[in-house]
């Protein structure tokens, strides 16, 4: 039935959230801020903001990227360069190899059962080939679909426009769409009338399927 399976990486493939805090444990550090929960939780609502506003096109990725330090430092009466502490953030981020469980054995699996593995993310170009490769993992990809380098970001349909014309304009019925994010990942391959599965644990998705672990996406390929 599937052929093609597209992928998200940060929270399907790579342990995000655990990178994440190493990142922003060094972005802190870097102006003396002491680091407490409360701190964390407070930039993590300003970063969600903010990519939300991405999905709906209010702000560029490089907005994204460079204004969520500096609206969280503004907070604190730090004047920052965002630039500089998304390099910071970036630098450590790609260094960090931690997977979510089960990611090496799926992609293994999807290789040997000769689907088309497909990434398809919002990240940063860059930034997700170095940990791709650091990881080991590049080579089990076919093709990448990184929004930053296919000039649309998901939800929006031109973002899987473009990949399926990238694709040779395949039937859309061959492709399924895994991913963690209900307003990126499932909404986007709505918009797109392409299969979704979820992986999370939200009772009110959108998908065709639901998912917990990595290893049951093998029940439904």
């Known amino acids: 039935m599937y052929r093609y399976v597209f992928l998200d990486l940060d929270k399907t493939i790579f342990d995000f959230d655990t990178a994440e805090n190493e990142a922003i444990r060094e972005v802190f550090k870097s102006e003396d801020l002491t680091i407490t929960d409360d701190l964390f939780s407070e930039y993590k609502q300003i970063n969600q903001a903010t990519w939300r506003k991405l999905e709906t096109g209010e702000l560029t990725k490089k907005e994204v990227i460079t204004k969520?330090?500096?609206?969280?430092?503004?907070?604190?009466?730090?004047?920052?360069?965002?630039?500089?502490?998304?390099?910071?953030?970036?630098?450590?981020?790609?260094?960090n190899t931690q997977l979510i469980d089960g990611a090496h054995s799926l992609l293994e699996y999807l290789q040997?059962?000769?689907?088309?593995?497909?990434?398809?993310?919002?990240?940063?170009?860059?930034?997700?080939?170095?940990?791709?490769?650091?990881?080991?993992?590049?080579?089990?990809?076919?093709?990448?679909?990184?929004?930053?380098?296919?000039?649309?970001?998901?939800?929006?349909?031109?973002?899987?426009?473009?990949?399926?014309?990238?694709?040779?304009?395949?039937?859309?019925?061959?492709i399924l769409m895994v991913g963690d994010s209900l307003t990126s990942d499932i909404e986007?391959?709505?918009?797109?009338?392409?299969?979704?599965?979820?992986?999370?644990?939200?009772?009110?998705?959108?998908?065709?399927y639901q998912i917990n672990t990595l290893q049951a996406l093998k029940e439904i390929l």
Do not use: W
């Not at 430092?73 to 970036?90: A, C, N, P, S, T």
């Open 112 to 174: 040997n059962k000769d689907y088309i593995v497909c990434s398809a993310s919002n990240g940063v170009y860059e930034t997700q080939m170095k940990r791709l490769k650091g990881t080991q993992l590049f080579d089990y990809f076919d093709h990448h679909f990184i929004s930053e380098e296919i000039g649309y970001d998901k939800p929006h349909v031109e973002f899987f426009e473009q990949a399926i014309e990238r694709l040779g304009n395949i039937d859309k019925k061959q």
């Open 68 to 95: 969520r330090f500096e609206l969280f430092f503004e907070r604190h009466h730090i004047k920052v360069d965002g630039v500089q502490k998304d390099r910071l953030f970036r630098s450590v981020l790609e260094s």
């Open 188 to 208: 986007g391959a709505n918009r797109a009338k392409i299969d979704a599965c979820y992986f999370g644990e939200a009772s009110n998705h959108t998908a065709k």
